[in-house]
């Protein structure tokens, strides 16, 4: 589900993650139910679940962006257990790669980038983030060019 790997890089945690999509999605039903009018259901959900977690993370005051990675390792380290050593060294090598790459993002460029990530346009990123199209633009090529430097090194 696009929306709960969103929250899980966000928040770094499974159940915070499963926890905010959730409700994301009992506010879309609740809405629905109101009558009201919903252009794009992707962009309002990803709008909503964005702005629950930004709650979460103003509650809990936490700096979530190395845990987050490290959920996301950690995940995909437990997926691996049953492929070969050779292929589980690799694999932690290139998550390590991006990790440190992800690391030199500022949040709001680590933000496009995977809402980008997930499909969603320039002007659906905006409306979700809160900010114009040409900053998410902006945003995304330091992203990638950030990104492309980290793989040079």
Known sequence: MPVYRYLLVFCGSHAEAEDLAQEAF?????????GRSVDSIPAWIFRVAHNLAIDLQRRRQVE???GCIQGALAQKQAADCATSIESNVL????????????????????????LRAEGLRYREIAEI????????????S????????????
């Open 91 to 114: 694999e932690r090598e290139k998550l390590l790669l991006v990790r440190a790459a992800m690391e030199k993002l500022t949040p709001q460029e680590r933000q496009c980038l995977e």
């Open 142 to 153: 330091r992203a990638v060019k950030k990104m492309s430097m980290e793989s040079h090194e």
């Open 64 to 66: 979530n962006a190395a």
């Open 129 to 140: 983030l809160g900010i114009a199209i040409p900053t998410v633009q902006t945003f995304l």
């Open 26 to 34: 009992l506010r879309l039903y609740s809405d629905l139910l109101r």
